[in-house]
């Protein structure tokens, strides 16, 4: 069975502050499709990356940057500088390759609550 | 472009009553539908996906049903509601390829009391 552990549960940082969010994860398959998810006090997810288990390059796209090692099974996410508009719910997410509708069976961590304080 | 809509946003329903929950997609066809839910505010558990109208697998039993009468239409009911019924119901969809992502609805927040 497929498993995602997002060891922090809640981190706290002041702005302007760099911040690594964790992400280990379990699963039999080959290959594989892993996910980051920005949760805001609104509610709805928005979707921030995905990378398939083939490619192990590092991402980076503005102040955010995606640390993909397969060898340890982490695929951990880093905030640079952080700001206030940061401050959400964190998801890591793993998605299983077999069928069409797979591509959306996502298996999620808990989250991690990040706070950016001003 | 495309959007998902999902409504009601906020709902409060008494134990025993039913749930009809609906979620439309706009800007393209044949998506993968999906519903989640979210317990108390943390991790998202898959409910139900549809791969097609009149497609439903279901990932969890449970008190909760899911239908697709239309293309980008995906409704989540309930014939009596629980008090565990109570969360955040997600709607999402997914182009049915490799390497698409899941698009989220803004959710409904669901107490049953």
């Known amino acids: 069975a497929q498993k995602v552990t997002q060891a922090q549960t809640e981190i706290s940082v002041v702005e302007k502050e760099d911040v690594t969010l964790d992400c280990v994860y379990e699963?039999?398959?080959?290959?594989?499709?892993l996910f980051w998810y920005k949760q805001p006090p609104s509610g709805e997810l928005v979707f921030l990356i995905r990378r398939n288990s083939f490619d192990e390059q590092n991402e980076i796209s503005g102040r955010y940057s995606w640390n993909f090692q397969k060898s340890t099974s982490s695929f951990n996410f880093t905030i640079t500088a952080s700001q206030v508009v940061d401050s959400a719910v964190y998801f890591c997410?793993?998605?299983?390759?077999?069928?069409?509708?797979?591509?959306?069976?996502?298996?999620f961590g808990q989250g991690t609550i990040l706070t950016v304080h001003p | 472009s495309q959007t998902i809509h999902q409504w009601p946003a906020t709902l409060v329903q008494p134990v025993g009553s039913p749930l009809s929950l609906e979620c439309t997609v706009e800007?393209?066809?044949?998506?993968?539908l999906y519903w989640y839910r979210q317990a108390a505010g943390r991790g998202l558990q898959l409910l139900f996906y549809?791969?097609?109208?009149?497609?439903i697998s279901s990932e969890v039993p449970q008190n909760l049903s899911a239908s697709r009468p239309q293309d980008r239409q995906f409704i989540l009911s309930s014939k009596k509601l629980l008090l565990s019924d109570s969360g955040f119901y997600l709607c999402?969809?997914?182009?049915?390829?490799?390497?698409?992502?899941?698009?989220f609805g803004n959710g409904t927040r669901l107490t049953v009391t």
């Open positions: 997410a793993l998605s299983e390759l077999v069928r069409v509708a797979s591509y959306g069976k996502l298996t």
């Open positions: 549809s791969v097609g109208i009149g497609q």
């Open positions: 699963t039999r398959d080959t290959t594989y499709y």
């Open positions: 800007g393209t066809s044949n998506p993968n």
């Open positions: 999402a969809w997914s182009r049915g390829r490799e390497n698409s992502p899941l698009h």
